[in-house]
């Protein structure tokens, strides 16, 4: 049976000091006059309730900008498997960041599972915070349907007039929610409030572009040789601005760091991106994507048809991040809506 709560508005500031209390709690924060971070927080006036999405996703806590994966000395032959983790509830998660979490799930518990991203998944609790509105004219949540939360939490809050209500969706969640006396199990009233806002979030939310999603798969696969890719070209500034901010994206490259005494060292996994240019270098100086336009098409493809014939399911979740942040000013609504033109 489906388990809601209740937290009243008057005890959210309790909520948040008991949270930060049993584990490390971060929560979008603030940082200039439009951007958001999650950070580390401590108290309630911290936290950002009404944010758009934060400059970095969620998943800089799933797998690091730079992480130790091996430590070793070759005078001893020693070698050893760095597994860091740290116990962390990561809150106010909306819900395109939730399903940016299941993406890389999908990916890093994939054969060969991915060990270092697993053990540092186990001990993050997500608490998600359902959208009730768009964030701002970039999202496209509507389109991929990420504006409703599609599991991929233990917690979600909704916000009401006066209330929070909070669905229980895992053991882990109970047993936190267990801990705090201020939340208590949900009355009529407050599902009724619940159904309510949900019932007026599907006049709010529609597809942002004029197409079904089943639609974006068959459209990028016929679009590969399209001329909006030519236009691209001549934006882009293969900054790899929009592979880092996204949520899905998931590239890396392995780097050894080596002491001056060539003895110790480390491997580090580092963030990489696609749209570098030798991202697609191999030996010899042969580049499968040498141009800037052929990149940014690879990029879409990662989103809209690769990911969904092997893992049925699309890889952008329509945060508006790649077009937020592109100081080229390319816009994921317009480059889709270009390409069914050009279908036409």
């Known amino acids: 049976m489906e388990q809601y709560l209740i937290l009243f508005k008057n005890d959210f500031d ?38 758009i999405p934060t400059i970095l996703p969620p998943k800089k806590y799933f797998m690091p900008q730079n992480e130790t994966i091996v430590e070793y000395e070759k005078k001893q032959n020693k070698w050893e498997a760095i597994l860091y983790s740290e116990a962390i509830t990561l809150f106010g998660v909306h819900t395109c960041d939730l399903a940016g979490i299941q993406c890389l799930n999908l990916v890093f518990s994939d054969r060969p599972n991915d060990v270092h991203y697993i053990i540092r998944k186990k001990r993050i609790l997500i608490i998600g915070l359902e959208c009730n509105d768009y964030c701002d004219e970039y999202a496209t949540c509507g389109l991929m349907d990420n504006h409703n939360a599609n599991g991929g939490y233990d917690l979600l809050m ?31 009233e407050s599902m009724t409030m619940l159904n309510k806002m949900r019932n007026k979030k599907r006049e709010v939310f529609q597809p942002e572009i004029d197409i079904e999603r089943k639609e974006l ?13 030519d236009s ?35 491997m580090v996994r580092k963030w990489d991106s696609c749209q570098s240019r030798p991202f697609a270098m191999i030996s010899g100086g042969e580049n499968f994507r040498p141009e800037r336009g052929g990149r940014q098409r690879h990029r879409y493809m990662r989103k809209f048809n690769y990911p969904f014939e092997k893992y049925n399911r699309y890889f952008c979740t329509g945060c508006g991040r790649c077009s937020r942040t592109c100081m080229a000013k390319i816009n994921l609504k317009e480059t889709i809506e270009t390409l069914i033109e050009e279908k036409k």
């Open 14 to 51: 309790d909520f948040v000091e008991r949270l930060a209390k049993i584990q490390k709690l971060v929560a979008p924060v603030k940082r200039g006059s439009k951007s958001f971070a999650f950070d580390e927080v401590t108290a309630a006036e911290d936290v950002s309730l009404n944010y």
């Open 158 to 188: 909704t916000e009401l007039e006066d209330r929070f209500v909070i669905h229980v969706n895992t053991v882990d969640g109970e047993e936190l929610m267990g801990k705090l006396a201020m939340v208590k199990p949900a009355d009529a």
């Open 232 to 266: 691209i070209h001549e934006k882009c500034l293969s900054c790899g601005n929009c592979t880092n901010v996204c949520p899905t994206c998931y590239c890396y490259d392995v780097e050894d760091e080596i002491d001056l005494d060539f003895n110790k060292g480390k």
């Open 217 to 229: 798969k068959p459209l990028f696969e016929e679009s590969f040789q399209a001329e909006v890719w």
